[in-house]
């Protein structure tokens, strides 16, 4: 018993972080996260940009790796940032990743921005809900207020 507890703690105590470890695939779902993107625009894309093909797995779920992660940082920076249409990105790739756009394929930051803008779109919402709550509360407090008076004027001071 005490040779088992002693082997768990010490195989708990080198377990590595799972955001050490860089992941070898990822889902559409993740991905979609990642770059701020539905997931019905990530399958138009890779119908429309050949340079995008993700593997499938055998259950037929698309499969993304750190090469369609590089594609897709290029691809967002294009059509989102620059505004090119899917037909001149298309061109553009059509052998691979130009080399004056490596260093956009391989700036993992890309992820970071949109993680940080989902974020802030996040706590946008999450204050207007507690406004929108404040805002309520004093209706509610105002309606008391108003109903004490009321009272107060029918049978006199409450307090005494």
Same mark, same amino acid.
């Given at each position: 018993?005490?040779?088992?507890?002693?082997?768990?703690?010490?195989?708990?105590?080198? /377990? =590595?972080?799972?955001?050490?470890?860089?992941?070898?695939?990822?889902?559409?779902?993740?991905?979609?996260?990642?770059?701020?993107?539905?997931?019905?625009?990530?399958?138009?894309?890779?119908?429309?940009? #050949?340079?995008?093909? #993700?593997?499938?797995?055998?259950?037929?779920?698309?499969?993304?790796?750190? /090469?369609? $992660?590089?594609?897709?940082? =290029?691809?967002?920076? $294009? $059509?989102? *940032?620059?505004?090119?249409?899917?037909?001149?990105?298309?061109?553009?790739?059509?052998?691979?990743? #130009?080399? *004056?756009?490596?260093?956009?394929?391989?700036?993992?930051?890309?992820?970071?921005?949109?993680?940080?803008?989902?974020?802030?779109?996040?706590?946008?919402?999450?204050?207007?809900?507690?406004?929108?709550?404040?805002?309520?509360?004093?209706?509610?407090?105002?309606?008391?207020?108003?109903?004490?008076?009321?009272?107060?004027? $029918?049978?006199?001071?409450?307090?005494?």
């Amino acid at each position: 018993m005490f040779a088992s507890n002693v082997a768990t703690g010490l195989l708990r105590s080198t /377990r =590595v972080k799972h955001t050490d470890i860089p992941k070898l695939y990822y889902s559409i779902r993740e991905v979609s996260e990642l770059f701020d993107e539905e997931q019905h625009i990530l399958r138009h894309w890779e119908r429309e940009i #050949p340079a995008l093909h #993700p593997n499938k797995n055998r259950a037929g779920n698309r499969v993304y790796t750190e /090469r369609d $992660l590089r594609v897709l940082r =290029v691809l967002k920076v $294009l $059509l989102r *940032e620059q505004r090119k249409t899917i037909a001149e990105v298309r061109t553009l790739l059509a052998d691979g990743i #130009p080399e *004056e756009l490596e260093h956009i394929a391989s700036d993992a930051s890309i992820e970071q921005r949109y993680a940080e803008k989902r974020r802030a779109a996040e706590l946008r919402a999450k204050l207007a809900s507690q406004t929108d709550t404040i805002t309520l509360t004093r209706q509610e407090a105002e309606t008391i207020l108003s109903t004490l008076q009321r009272l107060e004027e $029918l049978f006199g001071d409450l307090h005494a």
